[in-house]
């Protein structure tokens, strides 16, 4: 993507499962509602799937955000995986701020699979945020330093 | 724990009564009230009804005023003033957005917390026992129609007190008198509030329901808790109904031996005197 | 050295128009490793999937990559068709450039870069792609059928007749459900009874179906094809293999006034007692909470009375144990409890139509007992405060249903129905009384249901009146009912009183209690209001997302009785699909440990929600114990991944889902 | 990026007042639950679920012009018992507001205003309401000066009336309010 055009184009590496948000991204395709071009999704078997490492490696691979999203609480396909998750995110959310992340990099959410327009309105919303964020360098200040 | 009272307009004119009798019950059962100073008007629906801030602002002054002068918590005998303290402090401190230009308006600080503001029912139900105890003469015998009206209720998860639809609080508070609480319909229809001048048929004809109801279900009285209600159904009542209508506290006042003067007992357009005999 | 084949798929327009499929294909042949990229218009179409094969064989390519729609709808075709040519099917993976990418975005040359990467992403993800092969498990061919209304005897009856053994379990004395209650059925007003109790006799004698009642499940483990099932007997006091019901015992208990669930409180039973005359079995239990024996030892008169001796009042609750391969859940509903309220679930009552305070106020399944001719009253129908038939008589739609203040927002989707069936068999038995329905809409949507209903309306003189009531009071010994004619304007705003003798609530149909706790025993999952959820609402409507586990009837949402028995047989031909062959296959995604690393901190244990993780010890020669250590049960592990996040010491992986594959897939996001 | 989606740039009187209100009368599907139990309806030109209908189809006008906002007694019946939860009596206040503003107030509830404009007049001036005087300044502003004259001596001697009313010491703090309330939303 060209970053160097006037204005910022984020690039936000999403996580999503394949059971409900994964679905839901599918039913945005299949209902046409656009959304910005920025977001990649990797589909996973399940949110309790993403280890903290995944999201390090985004970071480092150039993501500028990158947003996690499953099944609704009690919802999940696996009945746990996404409370497993969301335990082990709160956690997590200290290492980031640790490791210079700002945690508004990392977004969550809950889409299921008929929410289609949900994860459209999404991705639209945190694009415009990343957007005002700016580009995220401070990673790699600390990988090298 | 200074418990800070605020009578509002009606108990300082055509609701003496209650004033009267809250003020003699408070001394009966030594619960001890001070008078919030300076209190203003809490806007009643006029305020909130065509100025939303003026209607938050109003009563945030005597909030803010009787946090100021170290009370802790606040007896608003009036239904209407109480639930306008109620909504008000509910609003500021759900949306913290507001509570700058109330405090603009009223040149105060709020409190930073939520000042608990209790209604006469509330002001009383902690004391049954108390009341029981204190019991000089029972009313037993007497049937009684407790009617809410609409502000005590509702809307039902601000005030967050009692039942919207079936409330049970007051007839409590009536049968540690002895009396016996009808079971009628009409316990949270509104009496037509603040069209006693403005649309006065509306009144007669919403008072005349209320009551007609409590009479068909045997009630020699109704008990009220609002100045509001009060004055509607005393004086907007239909020809040949006479049916006293009885403030909560003087009904309670009366059980627990205080002069029926000092419970201003005379005052009301309906009289009262026969059906308490 | 990895040689993968790029395809990417026009989808006719579908991607074509937003997506330079040309060009991806063309910058995909760059990628390291690929070694044949072409683009077609229709990949999926026979001609398409032949360019695959072809490919395959022609190039030898060790890993596919189709650029087209959704892997949720191709993958298998694909898959399929690799298989065909010889290459592991778990070779090939699809990059979605349509759902993903050429639908939800308008600009070409963006469209086009991302479809570049998202099929460089799964390029790099292929590359590490291992030949799987599908897990062979064998299958217990006996079903587990919980509840016994009519969902659950009907599957239970149909797997039965198609030659395979049924535990059906049942937590009521006798089997039939709500059914068994109803007085006559919409939309051919047969009786309820009459359908039903020959399929009750027939689900109790079935040679292949044991039936439990009084009993619940206690727990349940293993996975399709192999579930462990504990059953609790609750103890009914009365040996059901002496007893002969003969009825003697329920006779003389002098305990008579307690409240009859079958009858909804409107009749009274004894504490030893069968609930209804047609019960299956009809032996009795006895109800401990309400029998002088038990409460304060006195009485005994059931036993001494009982001629075969079946009474036992030292019987207590048995477990036994069964091996199943698939379960049918068949537990129903209840109505809404506009009684007490529901506040347990932070659902506030209907205050103003009077909680229940006023006897005359009445629920729907009240209604049907007093309708039905072995009810209390016989079929008459008489109000229950004074027993005098009714003159005006108002029902209410909607209560608790489409309403969000009250937290359920779902339409209950039967109460339209038998609203207009009530009306109109009030009607029939008091013939000079009106029936007034208050309702918001008609919802008839089935085969005659409309005409029911317009028969009810024109036929019978039922009053519809379009509004909600908003309140119930009481003048004299009448129920004033409150409401509005949306329809009519005007002085007055169309408001309505009505000065009623009886008012029939419909009150919303709820998930039985403790539904939630039978479902995280079956790990299956529920929606906000506890009905079960079906693993797709379209095209699996009976299956759960737990394998092997079926939905049948009123748990999984309000239906009527025609539906309930077509969701019960679509249960029992999944369930003999099932049991068709000696071993299932299942998709091979599940976790692997590697043993040598693995520390023996179970934390895995902990967050498997399938209890795969089974503990294995290790030893030395001489047999002393080295260590503890994770071993995932390939049978049981659904592959969720939550136990390989968890590991601290990086000892699980998930087939399919590999660390290594995903920090590829991000990698090639750069 | 040019993936905006086109909503239509204009909203809707009800998305307006959504808005603002936070109350959004979309969610209304006209039960009529509100009619039903409104004490007032009798009184109103439009029926409380017809005015959320006016709101729903863009007639602000009709709304605004109704006198039916002026005869709502603000009993909060309807809102506590509307299965949609739509705060109807919350949202009359909003359009009551509005009417003013916007000078559309129905004629027939001249009454109604005037006693609201005594009532908050009052409050003003003394940050009290001292009946007396307010009931008089009601009665010229409605010109309405006969209705009830055979109450007030009766009051007068049970001692409901008082001649001198109470106002509040600091007269200006109250003052204050009103003129910084005044411009408000
Ligand atoms: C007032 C009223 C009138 C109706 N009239 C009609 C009509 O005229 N025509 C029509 O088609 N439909 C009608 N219905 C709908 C009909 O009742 C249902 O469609 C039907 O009963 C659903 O059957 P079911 O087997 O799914 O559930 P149920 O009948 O509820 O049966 C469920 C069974 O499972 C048992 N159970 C529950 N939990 C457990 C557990 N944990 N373990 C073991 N057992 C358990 C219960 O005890 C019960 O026996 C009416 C419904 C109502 C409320
Ligand atoms: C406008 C519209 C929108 C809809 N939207 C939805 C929706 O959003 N969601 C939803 O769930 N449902 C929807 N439906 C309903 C849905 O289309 C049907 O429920 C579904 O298609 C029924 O499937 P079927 O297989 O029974 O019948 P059909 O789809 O009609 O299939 C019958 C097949 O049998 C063939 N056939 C007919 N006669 C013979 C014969 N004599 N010999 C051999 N073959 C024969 C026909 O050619 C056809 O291929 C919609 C329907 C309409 C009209
Ligand atoms: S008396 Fe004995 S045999 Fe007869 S029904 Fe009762 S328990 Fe059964
Ligand atoms: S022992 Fe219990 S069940 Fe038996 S007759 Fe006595 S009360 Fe009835
Ligand atoms: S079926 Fe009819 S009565 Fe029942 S909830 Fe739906 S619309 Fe209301
Ligand atoms: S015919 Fe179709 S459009 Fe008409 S009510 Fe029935 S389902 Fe709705
Ligand atoms: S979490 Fe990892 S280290 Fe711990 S027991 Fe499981 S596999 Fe072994
Ligand atoms: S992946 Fe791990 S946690 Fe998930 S089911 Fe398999 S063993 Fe259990
Ligand atoms: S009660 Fe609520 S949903 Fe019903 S008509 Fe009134 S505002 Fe609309
Ligand atoms: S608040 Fe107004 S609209 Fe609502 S019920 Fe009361 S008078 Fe009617």
Same mark, same amino acid.
């Given at each position: ?145 | ?37 300076? +209190? ?16 938050? &602002? ?33 609003? +500021? ?66 005030? &967050? ?22 079971? +009628? ?8 509030? &603040? ?83 | ?29 760059? *990628? ?68 993903? !990418? ?91 009874? #009459? ?50 019901? #003969? ?120 209604? =049907? ?10 079929? =008459? ?13 108002? *029902? ?18 039967? !109460? ?173 995604? $599940?976790?692997? $440990?590697?043993?040598?690393?693995? $520390?023996? !901190? ?40 939550? !136990? ?27 | ?185």
């Amino acid at each position: 993507m060209a970053a160097t055009t006037a204005e910022f184009e984020p690039k936000i590496i999403a996580f999503v499962c394949n059971w409900c948000t994964y679905a839901g991204a599918d039913l945005a395709g299949t209902s046409r509602l656009k959304y910005p071009a920025n977001i990649r999704a990797i589909r996973l078997t399940c949110t309790g799937r993403i280890e903290p490492m995944f999201l390090l490696k985004a970071f480092q691979e150039g993501a500028d955000a990158v947003l996690v999203s499953g099944c609704h609480p009690g919802d999940c396909h696996y009945t746990s995986g996404n409370y497993h998750a969301r335990r082990r995110w709160t956690i997590f959310r200290k290492l980031l701020e640790f490791s210079g992340i700002d945690p508004r990099r990392v977004l969550f959410s809950w889409v299921s699979a008929a929410e289609g327009r949900k994860w459209s309105e999404l991705i639209d919303e945190i694009t415009a945020q990343v957007r005002e964020l700016g580009p995220f360098t401070s990673f790699e200040r600390i990988v090298k330093a | 724990m200074a418990t800070g009272y605020y009578p509002g307009c009606s108990l300082e004119g055509t609701a003496a009564e209650f004033d009267m009798s809250i003020r003699a019950l408070a001394e009966a059962l030594q619960l001890p009230l001070t008078e919030i100073e300076d +209190w203003n008007c809490c806007g009643a629906s006029a305020a909130h009804q065509t100025n939303h801030l003026l209607g938050l &602002a109003l009563p945030a002054r005597t909030i803010a005023l009787a946090a100021a002068q170290g009370m802790e918590e606040i007896v608003a005998p009036c239904a209407a003033c109480s639930n306008r303290l109620i909504a008000a402090q509910a609003e +500021w401190l759900d949306n913290s957005g507001l509570r700058g230009d109330i405090e603009h308006a009223i040149g105060m600080p709020l409190p930073a917390g939520r000042l608990p503001i209790r209604n006469c029912i509330e002001f009383l139900l902690p004391h049954i026992e108390k009341i029981t105890a204190a019991l000089r003469k029972p009313l037993t015998g007497k049937k009684v129609a407790c009617y809410y009206g609409c502000l005590l209720v509702r809307p039902p998860k601000v005030v &967050a007190f009692d039942d919207p639809e079936n409330p049970v609080t007051m007839e409590k508070v009536a049968a540690a008198t002895g009396a016996e609480a009808v079971d +009628w319909g009409f316990r949270t229809e509104c009496c037509g509030a &603040a069209f006693a001048m403005s649309s006065t048929a509306s009144v007669v004809r919403l008072c005349g329901r209320i009551l007609d109801n409590a009479r068909s279900e045997g009630a020699h009285m109704v008990i009220v808790a609002c100045p509001l209600c009060h004055a509607n159904l005393d004086m907007r009542q239909p020809k040949g109904m006479a049916m006293p209508i009885v403030y909560l506290s003087q009904l309670v006042g009366l059980a627990v031996g205080v002069a029926p003067k000092a419970l201003g007992l005379g005052k009301h357009i309906t009289p009262v005197a026969p059906a308490l005999a | 050295m990895a040689r993968i084949g790029v395809f990417v798929c026009w989808c006719g327009e579908n991607i074509g128009r937003t997506v330079d499929c040309p060009k991806v294909a063309a910058e995909a042949a760059e *990628f390291p490793g690929v070694v044949h990229s072409v683009d077609y218009k229709y990949m999926c179409s026979d001609p398409g999937q032949g360019l695959v094969k072809e490919a395959i064989r022609e190039k030898k390519l060790t890993g596919v990559v189709v650029a087209a729609c959704s892997p949720r709808m191709h993958e298998s075709t694909f898959r399929r068709a690799c298989a065909e040519a010889g290459l592991n099917p778990f070779l090939c993976e699809m990059a979605n450039i349509r759902e993903h !990418c050429s639908w939800v975005h308008e600009d070409r040359g963006e469209a086009t870069a991302k479809a570049v990467q998202l099929v460089r992403v799964m390029v790099e993800k292929v590359k590490r792609n291992e030949a799987l092969f599908p897990i062979k498990v064998p299958v217990t061919k006996r079903a587990l059928v919980i509840g016994g209304g009519i969902a659950g005897i009907q599957a239970a009856l149909d797997i039965a007749n198609g030659g395979k053994k049924v535990v059906l379990v049942e937590k009521e004395p006798s089997i039939g459900g709500h059914m068994a209650q109803l007085s006559e059925t919409f939309p051919t007003l047969d009786c309820s009874q #009459c359908i039903l109790t020959p399929r009750m006799v027939e689900a109790a004698t079935h040679p292949n179906i044991t039936l439990h009642t009084y009993a619940e499940v206690e727990s349940v483990s293993g996975f399709i094809g192999n579930f462990d099932v504990k059953i609790r007997l609750k103890a009914r006091s009365v040996d059901i293999k002496k007893c002969t019901g #003969c009825g003697l015992c329920a006779q003389k208990c002098p305990q008579k006034k307690i409240p009859s669930e079958f009858d909804e409180g409107l009749g009274m039973r004894t504490a030893i007692y069968t609930p209804f005359a047609q019960a299956v079995p009809n032996k009795p239990v006895i109800d401990r909470a309400h029998c002088t024996k038990f409460l304060n030892g006195k009485c005994g008169i059931c036993q001494k009375i009982c001629p075969v001796g079946a009474v036992d009042y030292t019987q207590e609750d048995t477990f036994i144990e069964e091996k199943v391969g698939a379960i049918v859940v068949a537990t129903g509903y209840r109505l809404y409890d506009f009684r007490n309220g529901e506040k347990d679930y932070g659902i506030e009552g209907y205050g103003e139509y009077g909680y229940g305070q006023y006897k005359d106020v009445i629920d729907g399944l009240q209604f =049907e007992r007093l309708a039905s001719a072995s009810g209390p009253t016989g079929g =008459e129908i008489l109000r229950p405060s004074d027993g005098k038939p009714p003159e005006k008589v108002v *029902f209410i739609k909607c209560v608790g249903s489409r309403d969000c203040a009250k937290g359920l927002s779902y339409c209950s989707k039967i !109460c339209c129905m038998y609203i207009a069936k009530h009306a109109m068999l009030y009607k029939h038995k008091v013939h000079h009384g009106t029936a007034y329905v208050f309702y918001m809409d008609i919802r008839a949507g089935g085969k005659s249901y409309d005409e029911f209903v317009r028969r009810a309306i024109e036929e019978d003189g039922a009053v519809y009146i379009r509004g909600r009531v908003s309140r119930i009071y009481k003048r004299g010994g009448k129920l004033v009912v409150v409401g509005a004619d949306t329809l009519l304007g005007g002085t007055g705003g169309g408001r309505v009183e009505i000065e009623a003798d009886l008012v029939v609530l419909a009150t919303a149909m709820r998930p039985q209690y403790g539904i939630e706790a039978l479902a995280q025993k079956l790990s299956i999952s529920y929606d906000e209001y506890g009905f079960l959820s079906e693993a797709h609402p379209k095209l699996r409507p009976v299956e759960t997302n737990t394998a092997g586990i079926f939905l049948a009837g009123a748990c999984q949402g309000a239906k009527d009785i025609p539906e309930a028995v077509g969701q019960a047989s679509g249960a029992a031909a999944k369930v003999l699909g099932l049991f068709s062959g000696d071993e299932l296959e299942r998709e091979p995604i $599940v976790a692997h $440990v590697n043993q040598s690393q693995c $520390v023996g !901190c179970f934390y895995c244990e902990q967050v498997c929600p399938y209890h795969a993780i089974e503990r294995e010890e290790k030893r030395d020669k001489a047999g002393n114990l080295i260590a503890r250590v994770a071993k995932v049960n390939a049978g049981l592990c659904q592959g969720c991944g939550a !136990c390989v996040a968890t590991c601290r010491s990086n000892s699980i992986d998930l087939d399919g889902f590999s660390a290594e594959q995903v920090f590829s897939q991000i990698g090639g996001l750069k | 990026m040019s993936a905006q989606r086109k909503d239509s740039p204009e909203k809707t009187f009800a998305e307006q007042m959504a808005a603002e209100t936070g109350i959004d009368v979309r969610k209304c599907y006209q039960c009529g639950k509100c009619t039903a139990g409104c004490p007032m309806v009798p009184e109103m030109d439009y029926t409380p679920s017809q005015i959320m209908r006016l709101v729903q189809i863009g007639d602000r006008e009709a709304a605004l012009r109704s006198a039916t906002i002026w005869y709502c007694a603000s009993c909060l019946t309807c809102s506590t018992r509307c299965p949609q939860e739509v705060k109807i009596a919350e949202f009359m206040d909003a359009l009551r507001e509005r009417s003013l503003k916007a000078k559309k107030v129905n004629p027939r509830a001249r009454k109604i205003i005037a006693f609201v404009k005594s009532f908050l007049g009052g409050i003003r001036r003394a940050g009290r309401v001292h009946e007396i005087s307010m009931v008089m300044e009601y009665k010229t502003r409605a010109r309405d000066l006969f209705s009830d004259v055979l109450l007030a001596p009766v009051m007068f001697v049970k001692g409901k009336l008082k001649l001198l009313g109470k106002p509040v010491k600091d007269r200006q703090a109250v003052a204050r309010i009103f003129e910084r309330t005044a411009g408000a939303k």
